[in-house]
Nanobody, 123 residues
């Protein structure tokens, strides 16, 4: 399963951006999906995730400003980012936990990561 992220860019503090991440492949279903970010000289950390049933979880630093959603028909996850702050500047990565049916219809589970998209928030 491959993930393709898009939507990053440069925005002023207080502005908004929307990230998208689409999954593609064959004979698969997506379970949980999420967004992580990594700022310079920092470790990658969770921003938000969402289960297949729509249950969401957010990092404290983004609660009330970011909204994660998904379109199961399109195998796509979104991250709406509002009231952006300079400290939100980072490379954002999407991920997805998936189940793939093997040659004998045996379920194979795994996790994929998108390529990362840069979000820069200027002060």
């Amino acid at each position: 399963v491959q993930l393709q992220a898009s939507g990053g860019g440069l925005v002023q503090a207080g502005g908004s951006l929307r990230l998208s991440c689409a999954a593609s492949g064959s004979r698969f279903s997506i379970n949980a999906m999420g967004w992580y970010r990594q700022a310079p000289r920092k470790e990658r950390g969770l921003v938000a995730d969402i289960t297949s049933g729509g249950t969401t979880n957010y990092a404290d630093s983004v609660k009330g400003r970011f909204t994660i959603s998904r379109d199961n028909a399109k195998n796509t996850v979104y991250l709406q980012m509002n009231s952006l702050k300079p400290e939100d500047t980072a490379v954002y990565y999407c991920n997805a936990d998936w189940t793939h049916l093997g040659v004998y219809d045996d379920p194979i589970v795994g996790r994929s990561w998108g390529q990362g998209t840069l979000v820069t928030v200027s002060s």
